[in-house]
């Protein structure tokens, strides 16, 4: 995996293509998305949590508040952003497009 530390440059063409998340801190970026039914996002983050484990070896920041999840990604190796981190955001996006489809 890449853990070079992303240019501000780089962060900004990058947080375009990635719709619906924005820069937290400087270091992070997040997004909350929004279930039906507490069950939607806790299926949600159970199929996030397989794929950061078993295929990324990278983890988000989570926290659920009923119908709501709001992920949180940094490179903690790198001290700050990677291409890792927009990696994970848009596979979790395909995850979450993927169930409302259902």
Partial sequence: MNWVKMTEE???????????WSREDGKWIVKT???AAYM???QFVQEIARISEQELNHHPLIAID???VRLRL???RAGGLTDLDFEAASRYDAVFDRNQDL
């Fill in 33 to 35: 998305f929004r279930f």
């Fill in 40 to 42: 939607d996002g806790i």
């Fill in 74 to 76: 940094t490179s903690w």
């Fill in 66 to 68: 009923y119908k709501l």
């Fill in 10 to 20: 780089e962060i900004a063409v990058k947080l375009e293509q990635a719709v619906g």
